[in-house]
């Protein structure tokens, strides 16, 4: 069955990577496009309002939103707004399943993707190793220094993010955000079927961290 999906990207950089996916799902029918322009928002607005906002009037029905990792992708704001919206339940919509592809020409590429089991071992040594600094700057500095560095940081603090129901379900060693590079799913289409339908199931039981404080500028 296929999924409602909304694209998020920077349209500067990375729109030629959205064009090469729907061309891709147009050939193997993957999923559906619901994806439109958030348009301006006021950033005066609070975190909640601009939750809602985007959640009912622009992520609409989607239930999976695929984030396009590009270079500048996690210095957006609107990029950080969506997906931050795509985390939360309103009285119109549910929470989305999330999949971020690592786009090719981002830091991401030459790192290699550290399967989650091994990132989550390194994440507790140095949390256990400096844990009289883990409430304050160690935290961020680890979780940027072993997540992903191209990462948005709303997708690095739910990587590996503990949740009862959720592992109790899929494993301790999976986790509630995969990351994938792109040149994968554009070779291998079923990858990102697969994918689609894991996030799509697995909503049901993930609790996202919502915490962080909405962008409020670029950069």
């Known amino acids: 069955m296929k999924r409602n999906v909304f694209i998020s990207f920077y349209h500067n950089d990375d729109a030629h990577y959205k064009h090469k996916l729907l061309t891709m799902n147009e050939r193997h029918d993957i999923f559906i496009d619901m994806s439109v322009d958030t348009g301006d928002i006021p950033d005066e607005w609070d975190d909640e309002k601009i939750r809602t906002t985007i959640r009912d009037n622009y992520l609409k029905q989607s239930s999976v939103t695929i984030v396009l990792v ?10 950080d707004w969506e997906i931050g919206s795509s985390m939360i339940d309103t009285e119109n919509n549910r929470r989305s399943g999330i999949i ?5 020409d981002t830091i991401c590429k030459d790192n290699k993707l550290i399967p989650t089991k091994e990132l989550r071992r390194l994440y507790d040594y140095y949390k256990n190793s ?3 600094n883990w409430q304050g700057g160690w935290r961020n500095e680890v979780t940027m220094n072993l997540s992903y560095p191209c990462l948005p940081m709303r997708i690095r603090e739910n990587l590996l993010k503990e949740n009862e129901l959720f592992h109790e379900k899929y494993g301790a060693e999976e986790s509630i955000v995969p990351v994938i590079p792109f040149e994968d799913v554009i070779e ?3 990858l990102l079927r697969e994918a689609i339908d894991y996030v799509y199931e697995a ?3 993930i609790k996202y961290d919502t915490s962080i404080p909405f962008k409020r500028r670029n950069g």
């Open 70 to 79: 590009g270079r500048n992708t996690k210095y957006r704001k609107h990029v």
């Open 100 to 104: 971020a592809l690592i786009l090719p």
């Open 130 to 132: 400096y844990s009289n």
């Open 188 to 190: 291998y289409p079923n």
């Open 203 to 205: 909503r049901n039981v």
